[in-house]
């Protein structure tokens, strides 16, 4: 044997010996991962040559312990760095996209998914793990379209493919598609796949049966959903009872998650107290019905209604069995919905019996179907629907799970759907395909001069000492809870900016999001931290919003923001994003700036700096926002216009009286 020829033999010798060594790594690892040992597994992995532990197969194994050690970034760099050194492993691709959502960062999803899809083979394999990826970020239009292109003839699907894409959208609430999709699939030949189609077949069958009750036999259609059918059959089932309901004349209950700190309950609260001024003759009993558990600061407005002839109760304080309250052939079709609305509408439907309401308002943000379900099945003659938020994003879970039920519940009798902005009313009619003459646009109402009255030169004084804010500091600051919606990374980076540029300006927001382990405060970054304030949920608003010279808002959804009314009320200039119903609540121009709906944090820095700089525009806030708000958003004119909705052409004390 020459040189050359053992040199080779010598080479696929170390490269046999390595193969060897990775192969009994591998078992060891994926043993101590059956097992549960993962702290183990992360020893032994460590302990091995670094160009062992350094190989995608291992960097993988290592990856799927630190998931379910919770560990979520380590687990992402780790698919992360699989993938520089293999750009085809399926696996690492489908651990790193899942990853996205445990990261918070769901907003990557479309454009991860692209690049993996242009890494692996044009299969359907490839488009169904891409779905599942999409359907866990919560992108349901984006997962339904890659398994419609798997599912597609050119791919020809495997066994396992379409019965991963069935799995899917059962998931997305689509039973009828499962039914036809599997029914007949030339690719089941093996019986292990079929029984697996079978399984889902039989889910998605029983899922429509119980939607159906009485019409339980009747033909699947492919755009068949259960939980639109389900609400179809509640209605259809409950449009007798109106009939046999003997309602309080003039009654009315309010429903609302909680008398927390949002703009919803804000609202809530104004209008209950001008029912219970001597203004109106309408109104008979006045109950509200919170449907959320007591949490932090959910009680928040309640001492608003100290002394008011208002009856609250809470779904906590009630043991409402959904079976004592509906007939089986109701229960049935509400156990198809979503888990938490069978208990929320044995609650209402409990509670409505026992007040007998003439009307059923809800105020609602989150679009909830419990309280019209539960007014439709005792029979309240008339649900108004107040929607104070903007319109689900098309594709999102509320779209996905609310568009089909609303469209079903605005088709019945006695049920009117209003809303709090011109905007939000032309955009909820797109979204549900109905005329906008059906919707009813009140805006917000503000206490204008109850909330000047209410400013005192001490107390902010005493704010800014608790603050440790000298005088002359001027502040951009804003009141919001820092959820997603509110786009609080957005907010931090324009300040971030802005203090690099202007020395003599601090920042403050007032609502909660931003303590200590919060995931807000962890945005903020280190050399913004002293002169970043939060002092959380505060009650004296028009003194904490009265200390600021610009007040932000950079949401990505709005309906009626009510930081920027009450911003308005105190004479203070307003920079916002044009999301919702945002361009109405201030004049933009004179009293403020109204951005694009997704600015740069650089063009909200500079819109602030503007505000800052121009004398001109706090001249204006002071002068023009006052008025603008009594003209448009007084607490007496919403009042009037929500209760000729409530109680048509029985509005006796009304503002011209």
């Given amino acids: 044997m020459t040189s050359e020829e053992e040199q080779r033999s010598a080479c696929k010798e170390a490269r046999r010996e390595q193969a060897r060594t990775l192969k009994s790594a591998l078992r060891d690892v994926r043993q101590l991962y059956l097992a549960r040992d993962l702290p183990g597994l992360l020893a032994v992995s460590a302990g091995l040559p670094e160009w062992l532990r350094e190989r995608p197969e291992l960097l993988i194994e290592r990856a799927k312990a630190l998931w379910k050690l919770q560990q979520f970034q380590s687990a992402h760099e780790l698919y992360h760095k699989a993938l520089t050194l293999d750009r085809t492993r399926t696996d690492a691709w489908l651990g790193a996209g899942l990853l996205l959502r445990k990261l918070r960062r769901q907003h990557e999803v479309p454009a991860f998914i692209d690049e993996m899809l242009a890494a692996l083979p044009h299969a359907a394999e490839t488009l169904v793990r891409a779905a599942g990826i999409a359907r866990k970020a919560e992108f349901y239009a984006l997962a339904g379209r890659l398994i419609d292109e798997a599912l597609s003839p050119p791919l020809q699907a495997s066994a396992a493919a379409v019965v991963e894409a069935a799995r899917l959208l059962l998931e997305l609430g689509q039973e009828g598609r499962v039914v036809t999709v599997l029914k007949g699939h030339p690719c089941f030949a093996e019986q292990s796949w079929q029984t697996e189609a079978d399984a889902l077949t039989q889910r998605a069958l029983a899922r429509l049966r119980f939607a159906r009750g009485a019409n339980a036999s009747a033909p699947v259609s492919e755009t068949d959903q259960a939980h639109v059918i389900a609400v179809e059959t509640i209605l259809a089932r409950s449009g007798r009872a109106r009939e046999k309901f003997s309602p309080m004349s003039g009654g009315i209950a309010i429903v609302l998650g909680s008398l927390g700190p949002g703009g919803a309950e804000i609202q809530a609260v104004h209008f209950i107290r001008e029912l219970c001024s001597a203004r109106w003759r309408p109104a008979g009993p006045i109950v509200i019905l919170l449907t959320s558990p007591p949490s932090l600061h959910s009680d928040f407005n309640t001492d608003k209604l100290a002394g008011l002839d208002v009856t609250i109760e809470c779904v906590s304080d009630f043991d409402v069995d959904l079976k004592d309250v509906v007939p089986d052939d109701i229960a049935e079709p509400l156990g198809v919905l979503l888990p938490r609305t069978g208990s929320k509408t044995a609650f209402l439907v409990d509670r409505l019996r026992a007040h007998r309401p003439e009307v059923v308002l809800v105020m609602s943000f989150r679009y909830d179907l419990e309280p019209t379900l539960a007014a439709s099945i005792v029979g309240v003659p008339r649900i108004i629907v107040s929607a104070r ?221 503007q505000v800052l700089n121009d004398p001109a525009y706090a001249l204006r806030a002071r002068e023009q926002g006052p008025a603008f708000l009594r003209r448009r958003f007084g607490i007496e004119r919403m009042a009037a216009e929500l209760v000729d909705l409530c109680f048509p052409g029985r509005q006796t004390n009304s503002l011209s009286a």
């Fill in 389 to 609: 938020g903007d319109v689900p994003v098309a594709g999102s879970a509320r779209d996905q799970f609310y568009k089909g039920p609303y469209q079903a519940v605005l088709a019945g009798k006695g049920i009117a759907l209003s809303t709090n902005s011109q905007a939000t009313a032309r955009a909820l009619s797109e979204w549900l395909g109905i005329p906008p003459s059906d919707i009813v646009a009140i805006h917000n109402g503000v206490d204008v001069e109850g909330l000047r009255s209410r400013r005192h030169p001490a107390t902010r004084a005493a704010y800014r000492d608790l603050l440790k804010i000298p005088q002359g500091v001027r502040i951009v600051g804003s009141v919001f809870n820092a959820k997603e919606a509110k786009r609080p990374k957005l907010w931090i980076q324009a300040a971030s900016i802005i203090a690099a540029q202007v020395p003599d300006v601090v920042f403050v927001v007032v609502g909660k999001g931003f303590g200590a382990g919060e995931a807000a405060a962890s945005l903020i970054p280190p050399e913004l931290a002293e002169r970043f304030h939060r002092p959380g949920v505060q009650k004296d608003v028009p003194n904490w919003l009265d200390m600021m010279e610009v007040v932000l808002l950079t949401s990505i959804t709005e309906g009626t923001p009510n930081a920027l009314l009450e911003a308005q009320a105190l004479g203070k200039p307003v920079v916002a994003t044009a999301v919702g119903g945002v361009a109405e609540t201030f004049l933009p121009g004179e009293t403020g700036i109204l951005l694009s709906a997704h600015p740069t944090p650089e063009e909200v820095a500079d819109a602030v700096m």
